[in-house]
């Protein structure tokens, strides 16, 4: 799982210890379906797309975990730039990892399930139950993934994905580095944080 610092290039492989959260450790939800084509898209990761009002309950989710004030922006209704590029950097980590998993020909069990659930305990209490559900999902799929593959290659496979794969940020967000393999914070004025609002055209390209 992602830390905020981190890229997927440098990213530790998961292995079926008990997850922790953002900040300090990143384990985010999965909002990985096709988004309505009627709302701004916050992220596009080859022909999986996420909208910008999914991605920001799945940064609510996250921020009421944290207490709110410690993930907080200057701005009204913003959150840091490092905790919204965290999130990011998670959200293509996990729609990466899911594509990989479909190519290998797995399927997600029961079992794989209830053991990551188990693992999160009541880490997770404090968010939407649905979003809860698709975070113990992601974490099962990409625990799964690593050992099937072993950690070395489901690290170079997550690489080489991220490389061959066109990758969009909207701009309201940031940016996509396609070398480092991690989000790079919006222009704007010293101190400014990503808000909640209309998000631009995605930006940047895998």
């Known amino acids: 799982m992602l830390r905020a610092t981190e890229s997927l290039r440098s990213a530790p492989v998961p292995t079926r210890r008990r997850p922790t959260l953002l900040v300090a450790a990143i384990a985010a939800a999965g909002l990985v379906g096709a988004a309505?084509?009627?709302?701004s898209a916050a992220l596009r990761v080859g022909d999986t797309t996420v909208s910008q009002s999914d991605f920001e309950d799945?940064?609510?989710?996250?921020?009421?975990l944290q207490g709110g004030d410690a993930v907080r922006g200057d701005a009204r209704d913003s959150y840091?730039?490092?905790?919204?590029g965290a999130v990011l950097r998670q959200r293509i980590g996990f729609i990466l990892t899911e594509q990989?998993?479909?190519?290998?020909?797995?399927?997600?069990?029961?079992?794989?399930i209830a053991a990551t659930a188990a693992q999160a305990g009541d880490q997770l209490?404090?968010?939407p139950r649905d979003l809860r559900d698709s975070l113990i999902e992601d974490v099962a799929r990409q625990s799964r993934l690593a050992n099937e593959l072993g950690e070395e290659?489901?690290?170079?496979?997550?690489?080489?994905a991220a490389d061959s794969t066109d990758i969009e940020v909207s701009s309201h967000y940031g940016s996509w580095d396609t070398e480092e393999f991690t989000v790079v914070p919006p222009e704007g004025p010293a101190g400014g944080e990503p808000s909640q609002g209309e998000a631009d055209q995605p930006s940047g390209e895998g």
């Open 36 to 39: 309505c084509s009627e709302q």
């Open 58 to 64: 799945e940064l609510d989710g996250f921020a009421e």
């Open 80 to 84: 840091t730039q490092e905790f919204v």
């Open 100 to 112: 990989l998993f479909d190519e290998e020909g797995l399927e997600l069990t029961e079992d794989d």
């Open 125 to 127: 209490d404090g968010m």
């Open 153 to 160: 290659e489901y690290s170079r496979a997550l690489t080489d």
